[in-house]
């Protein structure tokens, strides 16, 4: 059974940074991807980023360039999600989500299996 646990939300001030972790559990191979996304309170779910586990390939939306970095440990089983020049935009509810057999393009986004999600906060 396939479990995702993320953490490391939290809050922040403008221009801080937070490391979320999201541990995962049940895979049988390294042949999958997980990705972040974000939900605002009244916005719709977006992807922020993505890493396929076998090859550590990355995808990044257009709002994480630059300022986020995702990364793994296989030997960990854990995706990171390094957030550094936060905004107040930045804040939302964090999940990872995870799908076999997925290539991190942009074109599609893993969401196969969930997370319950981490609070990120961004405000003075």
């Known amino acids: 059974q396939v479990q995702l646990v993320e953490s490391g939300g939290g809050l922040v001030q403008p221009g801080g940074s937070l490391r979320l972790s999201c541990v995962a559990s049940?895979?049988?191979?390294?042949?999958?991807?997980i990705a972040w996304f974000r939900q605002a309170p009244g916005k719709e779910r977006e992807g922020v980023s993505c890493?396929?586990?076998?090859?550590?390939?990355?995808y990044y939306a257009e709002s994480a360039r630059g300022r986020f970095t995702i990364s793994r440990d296989n030997a960990k089983n854990t995706v990171y999600l390094q957030m550094n020049s936060l905004k107040p935009e930045d804040t939302a509810v964090y999940y990872c989500?995870?799908?076999?057999?997925?290539?991190?393009?942009?074109?599609?986004?893993?969401?196969?299996?969930w997370g319950p999600g981490t609070q990120v906060t961004v405000a003075s």
């Open positions: 989500s995870a799908e076999f057999a997925h290539f991190c393009t942009g074109d599609t986004w893993p969401d196969d299996y």
């Open positions: 890493i396929s586990i076998s090859d550590g390939s990355t």
């Open positions: 049940g895979f049988t191979s390294d042949y999958y991807a």
